[in-house]
């Protein structure tokens, strides 16, 4: 469980380091064009492969904090045991999808291995589709270890997303 926890402390200290960085140059790209009228060409190109990074591992990371949207009509109408059905319902349904995404995310990432940025002539657009199956994997690893963290999990979550088993 400590693994778990130090492995997602170090997770979301990625995501904070992308998403600083994604603010730092979209506002230095700002003052360049605007202020200095010398816009940074690449700069754009950078959040924008950045962004579709943070769309990706931050739904693993909602995932690991229970905050992912959903429509609890329905739990408030069964019983415990059916609360547990559904939630492991619903958590093999976002596992089955996500081993979807991983399988077609490599291939994706290996078709774009050859396609290079607009801008970043260097930089292959497989760095960029390769943050699909990590994703996908680590959304899988998250949702796995709510149950080796707790075996008796795929308790209801709880409104506003806070779950005793997620941590």
Same mark, same amino acid.
């Given at each position: 469980m400590a693994l778990f926890r130090f492995l997602g402390k170090i997770f979301e200290g990625f995501m904070v380091a992308i998403i600083v960085f994604q603010a730092i140059l979209l506002v230095i790209g700002v003052v360049c064009r605007y202020l200095l009228n010398a816009p940074i060409t690449w700069a754009d190109e950078i959040v924008r492969?950045?962004?579709i990074?943070?769309?990706f591992a931050g739904a693993a990371l909602a995932t690991k904090d229970n905050k992912? #949207?959903?429509v609890d009509v329905?739990?408030?109408m069964l019983p415990e045991w059916g609360?547990? &059905?559904?939630?492991w319902v619903a958590d093999a349904v976002v596992i089955g999808f996500m081993v979807f995404l991983i399988f077609y995310g490599i291939k994706m990432t290996d078709y774009e291995r050859g396609m290079f940025g607009e801008t970043l002539s260097?930089?292959?657009y497989a760095y960029v589709?390769?943050? #699909?199956?990590?994703?996908a994997a680590l959304t899988i690893f998250f949702t796995v270890s709510k149950? &080796?963290?707790n075996p008796a999990a795929g308790i209801p979550h709880q409104a506003g997303g806070s779950d005793a088993t997620a941590s």
């Open positions: 492969y950045s962004l990074w943070t769309t992912h #949207i959903l329905i739990d408030h609360k547990r &059905i559904t939630n260097w930089f292959s589709y390769v943050s #699909i199956p990590i994703g149950y &080796i963290a």
